[in-house]
DNA sequence: GAAATTTACGCAACCGATTGCATTATGAAT
DNA sequence: ATTCATAATGCAATCGGTTGCGTAAATTTC
């Protein structure tokens, strides 16, 4: 009935009749280990069935060679690219990684920052939560002095790494586009503006419209939670306007997908009454109709920096500064759904920063 | 610079004045305990900031409370919402979940497979890679006694449950259903045919095809990786053909929604020219023009139903049987794409399986 | 008021690998 | 032959909870 006990370093040992502590070494590849000994103790492990007991390792250790990655959602491109950057960088430098997300919920954000904590992971990647807005919850991985690196979604701290964007930067680019293709109008379709990535892309976006001499009217900003039904009520919600606006600046490529739709089935044409700007680049931004104006944002790149700078952290490089802010270049990437005076596609496609 | 020593249980127990037994006892909230020795166990813990360490634990108990969950890719709607549904039901059991993905490489599953069991997980929750034939790497579960239920890309076993769809009926109601748009000459895009659900959706179309005394044409049926570029190959080789398909039985909403694209720059109309019918009901199938025809492949549900089975099985309820197959309902869902003889979209809204 | 329960707690052996320090075997040097 | 350096291995404590079994104290029973 119950499975047979495992076998362990001590049932090596005896088969070998040497001390346990040689076939850990053995086991480890240590240097001190005399190679035919290794040898022997590898090919009896195999041969009997041992299987390294990861907590007894661990309890000794006190280290666990994983590194958490927090996220917000699973379901976009973005943050599947990202985690592609993590595990490539994790991966080859030894460790596991395990994924908590937090459904956009602080209070989910916190028990699995917990939960992480007492998985006693050794490093944590974070991206949080739509309204997480203190960072209470990381303060025992501070005090235990437990490196963790924030991404994207972050709040400044003077304890840890942020690896971001310029968001200021990409909404302020997105708008002059706009404006540069007509646009006198520009609504502007986002989230939660206390999250930083929100509040960034407005202030670039306000930038652009002040440089520009565009006046900033409060009904051409909508806030909401990015989801589909919202996407359609915002969209709804403009065309109820008394007057329409002639560009819109979407904060994701799912959102502008839905909104363009709706605008579509309204009967406004894309880009010539309403030009539409959306980011991330996500694979939908292509495939849709007209194809998607958006700000390319590099996930796995972010991913690869993000736990890079983990790791160089665990491996207690001293001239690596704990926090510091890495900023990823981003560069808008021009498509249909902006152009109003239809200029030749070439220079969009200059502009492509797809892969192949 | 070492940070502070770890407090444990003998911390507590020194400055309580009793022995670790009581204090272990006391924080699982074990009955043979006074409540009022527990009150202050308990407070004390907190005071003293105690963290339980899950390896010892771990080591001593010979259970982990976590459930492996091995997935292909992570890029999907639909393994998202697996994934969302499994950590529903696990999170209930008091269990945590960590996830592999096997980048559709089935080394990669294999080693993947090897670190979960490594890490002693109580359960796993798999679907196989693209290429994975063979599942000598599940062994050491099953040897071990460790429950493994696999759902979506499985292979027969008589050691797991396994919980799926009815390929073969959803390929056949799709095939039909084109037949029914008055379709003669179906195209059919898929996966490796090795790999079961690829395997069975053709099955079906096959059947569907023979039904209606409709010739199977090799021409027609197109094999490949389902990526982007396919996808687009796949197109053009049709539309090289001397004589064009008139509707096309897609595997996955993706791939149909870039073949759409595709057929529309080469001035091919959907429907009326080709009729299109995809797989899974991705966001993307309601976003893109014309709306895709799929069917619904309940993620959440599948989800739910592995973990719950597997639980089950981990709380040794004999009454489980080991080795049974789980089928679950999925259903045509009918919208533009497949639409030719522009039947009123009512029946096609009806069928709209979208929750709420 | 003695016997039988019940309640609450402690003892001490585990779980399996790691590692500082000591020890032995081997070879080189004098 | 003796000494010293080096290579290879063993000893035993340690990591921090868990749990079967035993026992003392409190309560009930007749």
Do not use: W
Request: aromatic share 6%.
């Amino acid at each position: 009935m119950n499975p047979k006990k495992d076998v362990t370093i001590y049932d090596i040992a005896k088969q070998l009749n040497i001390s346990t502590s040689t076939v850990s070494r053995a086991l480890q590849n240590h240097p001190a280990i005399n190679k035919l000994t290794k040898k022997k103790v590898i090919a009896t492990a195999k041969e009997i069935g041992y299987q390294y007991n990861t907590f007894a390792g661990n309890l000794r250790k006190k280290s666990t060679s994983i590194i958490g990655v927090m996220v917000h959602e699973l379901n976009s491109n973005f943050i599947t690219s990202v985690l592609a950057g993590i595990e490539k960088v994790t991966s080859e430098a030894g460790y596991d990684i395990i994924i908590a997300h937090s459904s956009e919920s602080y209070t989910k954000e916190s028990a699995n920052a917990l939960n992480l904590f007492h998985k006693r992971v050794d490093g944590l990647i974070a991206s949080l939560a739509y309204d997480t807005k203190n960072l209470d919850h990381y303060l025992p991985f501070h005090q235990k002095g437990i490196p963790v690196v924030f991404f994207d979604r972050v709040e400044p701290s003077d304890k840890s790494t942020v690896v971001v964007i310029d968001n200021t930067k990409c909404g302020y680019q997105a708008t002059k586009h706009l404006i540069e293709q007509g646009c006198k109008r520009i609504a502007h379709i986002t989230g939660n503006l206390s999250r930083n990535v929100y509040a960034h892309r407005f202030q670039g976006y306000k930038k652009a419209l002040t440089e520009h001499h565009l006046p900033f009217d409060k009904k051409l900003l909508i806030v909401n939670d990015l989801g589909e039904e919202a996407a359609r009520n915002a969209t709804l919600q403009l065309l109820r306007l008394p007057s329409l606006p002639d560009g819109i600046f979407i904060t994701n490529d799912f959102t502008a997908a839905v909104v363009i739709q709706t605008l579509k089935e309204n009967g406004i044409v894309v880009p010539d009454d309403i030009a539409i700007v959306g980011f991330n680049n996500d694979a939908i931004s292509k495939l849709i109709e007209p194809k998607i104006t958006t700000i390319n944002y590099p996930g796995i790149e972010m991913g690869e920096i993000a736990a890079r700078q983990l790791i160089a952290n665990l491996k207690g490089e001293e001239n690596v500064q704990l926090t510091n802010t890495i900023i990823i270049r981003s560069d808008l990437i021009i498509r249909e759904s902006s152009l109003k005076k239809h200029t030749p596609l070439s220079i969009a496609s200059n502009n492509n920063a797809n892969k192949k």
